[in-house]
């Protein structure tokens, strides 16, 4: 072959490789210079600078349940488009996916500080804050989140449940009352009504909550025991028994129920 052959061959190739470059990478389609999106499916063109690219990406892989990858992919759009809130709420919810919680947090923050008109961010932030132990810091996050958006119906769920293990039972009764009254088919605002009811003792108030509980799952086998313990702290004995032994029967395994159970019925030797 000579040398002119060889030159052909070689501009050949890189004509060929430079219009499969110029195609759509998903359906071949060929492309113009200036296109971000394929005119034939619509799918983002492959453009390491572009963000609608790596939107694209990240999604993909999200969907897929490839979080790691979605990650990287989302580090890179944070290069093409550093103070985008999107993207850092995406970081958020990417990096809680993960399972790291104080990356979770840095996302969210900052992308709040970019746009903090947004209740979702605020919202996502309290769970985070809420896994990592901060539980001052989730309140007023799903506090702030009901203030941009009053509707927010989950930000009532964890609000309440954030309430309670500050030891604040009013507020968290407020909560999962707010939570009822926007859906009152909720077997969880049911059920946690009935825990912080219990927990300042108005016993009577929390049967009626346990009662929907169980009417929705009769084996629910902690709201058995909770109605069991409402029941003999009202001295009402012969309900508290029957409830505890469908505890057990639910659940053999439950030593709290027996143990109750065990003490109503024992007859101590004299």
């Known amino acids: 072959m000579t040398a002119d052959h060889e030159d052909e061959n070689g501009k050949n190739e890189s004509a060929a490789r430079k219009e499969m470059a110029n195609r759509c990478e998903h359906c071949r389609e060929e492309l113009a210079a200036k296109n971000n999106f394929c005119p034939l499916c619509g799918k983002p063109v492959k453009n390491s600078n572009?963000?609608?690219?790596?939107?694209?990406?990240?999604?993909?892989?999200?969907?897929?349940?490839?979080?790691?990858?979605?990650?990287?992919?989302?580090?890179?759009?944070?290069?093409?488009?550093?103070?985008?809130?999107?993207?850092?709420?995406?970081?958020?919810?990417?990096?809680?996916?993960?399972?790291?919680?104080?990356?979770?947090?840095?996302?969210?923050?900052?992308?709040?500080?970019?746009?903090p008109g947004q209740a979702k961010d605020h919202y996502n932030l309290g769970i985070s804050y809420y896994r990592s132990g901060r539980i001052s810091d989730a309140v007023s996050s799903f506090e702030k989140c009901l203030d941009l958006d009053s509707g927010f119906i989950g930000?009532?769920?964890?609000?309440?449940?954030?309430?309670?293990?500050?030891?604040?039972?009013?507020?968290?009764?407020?909560?999962?009352?707010?939570?009822?009254?926007?859906?009152?088919?909720?077997?969880?605002?049911?059920?946690?009504?009935?825990?912080?009811?219990?927990?300042?003792?108005?016993?009577?108030?929390?049967?009626?909550?346990?009662?929907k509980v169980i009417e929705a799952s009769h084996e629910d086998k902690a709201a058995l025991y909770h109605l069991g313990m409402s029941y003999y702290n009202l001295r009402r004995i012969n309900d508290a028994v029957e409830t505890l032994r469908k505890s057990i029967e639910a659940n053999p395994d439950d030593k709290r129920s027996r143990d109750v159970l065990e003490s109503i019925i024992s007859v101590p030797e004299i």
Request: charged share 15%; hydrophobic share 40%.
């Open 50 to 115: 572009c963000v609608s690219y790596w939107v694209y990406q990240l999604n993909l892989l999200q969907a897929k349940g490839k979080i790691k990858k979605a990650l990287e992919a989302a580090k890179n759009l944070l290069q093409v488009d550093q103070n985008n809130p999107y993207i850092h709420s995406i970081l958020g919810e990417l990096y809680y996916q993960a399972g790291a919680i104080n990356e979770s947090i840095a996302s969210y923050r900052k992308a709040i500080e970019t746009n």
């Open 155 to 211: 930000a009532y769920y964890w609000l309440g449940i954030a309430y309670y293990h500050q030891g604040s039972q009013q507020k968290a009764i407020a909560a999962f009352t707010k939570l009822l009254e926007m859906n009152p088919d909720s077997v969880i605002a049911n059920y946690h009504l009935g825990i912080n009811l219990n927990a300042i003792g108005q016993h009577e108030k929390a049967i009626p909550h346990f009662l």
